[in-house]
């Protein structure tokens, strides 16, 4: 049985697929935490015309169908890519953080704002030096979840990626099942493994997504 996850981890595949889906799970969450966390400031700080049909908006993107977002990369030449992946991912991952950021966000006071402005400072200013760090809670809850839920995707791999060298973990286990569907204990060794990063990401990080999440429905 040990020689099973020996072969495992001496594989190059194995390290192949890892490094690709750290790659596409940090790329996945720069753009939902950049983007979600710009959107949920002008959401939560700043009244105009069509704020709340733009909300409403960006809640729909829940129900954005993946086809439409693969006809897109095929458009775009970006299949076969890192980009394919994390993309669409970012756009699926955007809703949720910007639900739980807009709330967070909204329980600065208001007098900071003011006191920054009298100070000089500008609204990017004051969103870059004192609002972001005070929602760092919520902002590695969103962070923690697009990495997670990138690191674990599975269909969309599955549809815009042909290309074995550019494979992720979970589909680098179901093609890894297949080809090896008679050595039970290689299969079951190689899906043993692929679990172990997410698990001990959970467990790290656990008491960190309940901490933001707890302060997004306060808010």
């Not at 596409?24 to 939560?44: D, H, K, M, P, W």
């Not at 043993?192 to 997504?209: E, K, Q, T, V, Y």
């Amino acid at each position: 049985m040990t020689t099973n996850y020996t072969d495992v981890l001496l594989s190059g595949t194995f390290w192949r697929q890892v490094f690709n889906g750290v790659l596409i799970a940090v790329i996945a969450t720069v753009l939902v935490v950049g983007c979600g966390s710009l959107a949920a400031f002008a959401l939560s700080r700043y009244e105009f015309s069509g704020r709340d049909g733009l909300n409403s908006f960006f809640t729909l993107g829940l129900l954005f169908p993946a086809g439409v977002a693969i006809l897109l990369l095929r458009n775009l030449h970006l299949l076969d890519t890192p980009w394919a992946v994390a993309i669409p991912q970012a756009a699926f991952g955007l809703p949720v953080t910007i639900i739980i950021l807009r709330p967070f966000m909204r329980t600065i006071p208001i007098e900071l704002e003011d006191a920054a402005m009298i100070d000089g400072c500008t609204r990017l200013g004051f969103f870059r030096r004192i609002l972001l760090p005070l929602s760092a809670p919520a902002l590695t809850t969103v962070g923690i979840l697009a990495f997670v839920g990138s690191w674990n995707g599975y269909l969309l791999p599955l549809l815009v990626l042909s290309d074995p060298s550019q494979f992720t973990l979970p589909l680098g286990t179901a093609t890894f099942s297949s080809q090896f569907s008679s050595d039970t204990a290689k299969i079951l060794a190689f899906t043993a493994l692929s679990m172990l990063p997410a698990l001990a990401f959970f467990l790290l990080a656990g008491r960190r997504i309940v901490g933001g999440l707890t302060g997004s429905v306060k808010g």
